[in-house]
């Protein structure tokens, strides 16, 4: 197909050495008239091209340290997810109210197109909740018809936080519907970042929670912070006073059976109609079962047949007790939960981290594990740290091989690093942090720079194989090769650009791989033409005046 559409070129153009080439647009009759003296100048000068290659190196590597770090950008789903915690006391029908109130202020919001929610355990339990707990959807309309289209999304949560504080006796967190259970499916918990406190303890294991919530409290970016409902269950209570009961010839089974009969029943007999039969079963009603006066006055008949009211030989009393009991590994655990917003969350964890270590004075057994989505950004890096070092080292040996040489291998080798340069100042330009989408751009760029400076290399051999010397091979190479550099490069560029300045769904993940790509390439490019041909001229200069000694 290419035999029969592609023509010869009508016009040749010959060069001072008289050599031929196809014609040439204008646009890189331009690219050349700035290019290849800027090449010359560099060859001529390769002491200055090594110094302003390592500055940039130590430059892009001074700004790849200042990156934040995320494990992958956050997506925005549109809608808003809402959580809304009462007092572990509340009942079902009591945070329906409160939640039904809660609705009816957020529904308000101009920007709100409706809003539902789930309130404690459904039939099926694939959730499970107390009481207390309400999950919420808010679904926003389209942002055409906003009041203020432009407005941030985290502007409108701060609102909607403002509006839900009014309503006493809930606390809050907002995320979105699908990131909010995938930090469950992670670590169990609804948030970005879940600080785990390990302990035996409770009284000692609560003091050491609050400690690192207000240290989470302090760190700015924090938002939602909260520590887990452990306690405040009412919890009715009835202690048998063995001595008392003892006077009376009375053990303390004698109590409790009493007690067990008054609250949970006690079968009395059974009523037959017909084939089938009934348990009949005696117990307090439901208002006296939960009246500690009606309680106190149980009879209980002695062995000598007095009857005395249960209160004289028990102390019955309602207070708060543990709501919930959490373990893992077999170790009590008790959970501080906080979002992040505004900042990225390696940097947000690094300095939590530091201010925990300094504030917090964990006694001694208890420890502290970070998790949530913290998780996920350690072990991305941890597996990068693991595979980038391999696949440099392949790379190494593919050029080895393609080229038989260590030396041009290595020069090769070296618009990697260079190349990285300009995806390290275009994130920090736009203040995106490192995250894996990002790390997938670097990778990108890596290939296309070990692709362009193979393509470089091969040219300057051929010219110093067909007598050329060291300088004037590394000058006609890079200008043979000029067209396929620039090709390369702009193709990924302009590809890339649609990415860099999206703003619809997904766009978030779209942006860093992007922007990457497109400042990547730009300094690999540059780089490539000047340096490597200064490297290489150098290079084989050294190499055949050591042979002709």
Request: glycine share 8%; net charge neutral.
């Amino acid at each position: 197909m290419t035999a029969l559409l592609v023509r010869d070129p009508k016009k040749v153009e010959v060069d001072e050495n008289g050599h031929a080439h196809e014609h040439e647009t204008a646009i890189l009759r331009f690219a050349r008239r700035w290019i290849e003296p800027a090449i010359r100048r560099a060859v001529d000068s390769p002491k200055i091209v090594i110094i302003s290659a390592c500055a940039m190196l130590l430059a892009g590597t001074l700004a790849f340290m200042s990156l934040g770090r995320e494990f992958i950008p956050t997506l925005d789903e549109g809608d808003v997810a809402m959580q809304a915690l009462r007092v572990p006391s509340a009942s079902l029908d009591q945070s329906l109210a409160m939640q039904m109130a809660l609705e009816r202020a957020i529904k308000a919001q101009p920007e709100v197109k409706t809003i539902f929610s789930r309130t404690g355990t459904a039939e099926a339990a694939v959730d499970p909740m107390p009481p207390n707990i309400s999950d919420a959807v808010i679904i926003l309309k389209p942002r055409k018809e906003w009041p203020n289209p432009k407005l941030p999304k985290e502007e409108l949560i701060a609102r909607f936080e403002e509006v839900a504080s009014r309503q006493l006796g809930n606390s809050f967190e907002f995320s979105q519907p699908i990131e909010l259970r995938f930090n469950e499916l992670i670590s169990g918990v609804r948030t970005d970042l879940a600080v785990m406190v390990y302990g035996d303890d409770f009284t000692q294991l609560q003091a050491a929670a609050d400690q690192v919530a207000n240290a989470l409290r302090a760190t700015t970016g924090a938002a939602d912070f909260r520590v887990e409902q452990v306690s405040g269950l009412p919890t009715l209570t009835v202690a048998i006073d063995r001595f008392a009961a003892a006077s009376f010839s009375l053990s303390a089974g004698d109590v409790s059976d009493a007690v067990s009969t008054a609250i949970g029943g006690t079968e009395a007999g059974q009523i037959f109609e017909g084939d089938r039969s009934f348990n009949v079963v005696v117990r307090l009603n439901d208002e006296e079962r939960n009246d500690p006066a009606a309680l106190a006055a149980i009879p209980i008949t002695t062995a000598n047949g007095v009857t005395i009211p249960l209160s004289t030989v028990a102390r019955i009393q309602v207070k708060g007790g543990q709501n919930q009991i959490s373990r893992n590994d077999g170790s009590r655990r008790m959970v501080v939960q906080a979002n992040v917003r505004g900042r990225d969350l390696g940097e947000f964890v690094t300095d939590a981290q530091k201010r925990v270590a300094k504030d917090v004075q964990l006694p001694t057994g208890y420890s502290l594990k970070w998790g949530g989505q913290f998780e996920n950004l350690k072990r991305a890096e941890q597996r990068l740290g693991l595979v980038i070092p391999v696949v440099l080292v392949l790379i190494g040996i593919i050029l080895f091989v393609a080229l038989g040489s260590i030396a041009e291998a290595g020069l090769v080798f070296a618009c990697v690093p260079l190349a990285l340069v300009g995806g390290a100042f275009t994130l920090l330009l736009r203040g995106m942090p490192f995250s894996v989408s990002a790390a997938v751009g670097f990778i990108a760029v890596s290939g296309v720079a070990t692709l362009n400076g193979l393509v470089l290399m091969q040219a300057i051999r051929e010219r110093l194989q067909s007598g050329h010397t060291p300088p004037d091979a590394a000058l006609y190479g890079a200008f043979s090769r000029l067209r396929a550099v620039l090709t390369t490069a702009l193709v990924a560029i302009v590809g890339f650009i649609p990415m860099a300045i999206a703003s619809g769904a997904g766009a978030e993940v779209q942006k860093p791989l992007a922007t990457v790509v497109i400042g990547g390439l730009i300094t690999a490019t540059a780089l490539t033409l000047l340096v490597l041909p200064t490297f290489a001229a150098r290079t084989m200069k050294r190499r055949s005046e050591l042979t002709e000694d």
